[in-house]
């Protein structure tokens, strides 16, 4: 649930939207930062990498990156 300030977290925003619109998310740090913690659902993609890997991001659902 939102905060008094209006702020939801990544993994409440996930729970609330239905499957099929739920975002597909990406994780753009380095190795080190996603090993050492990262949003359960996402996906892998260093953003040195990101240009070159296109083809695995869905394009009929909502992409969230951080």
Known sequence: ???DAGYISPQELYAELPAASAPFVIDVRPLGAYTAG???VAHHIPVDTLAARLD???RD???VTY
């Open 56 to 58: 695995e991001i869905p």
């Open 1 to 3: 649930m939102a905060s």
């Open 61 to 63: 659902r909502p992409l």
């Open 38 to 40: 990262h949003i359960p």
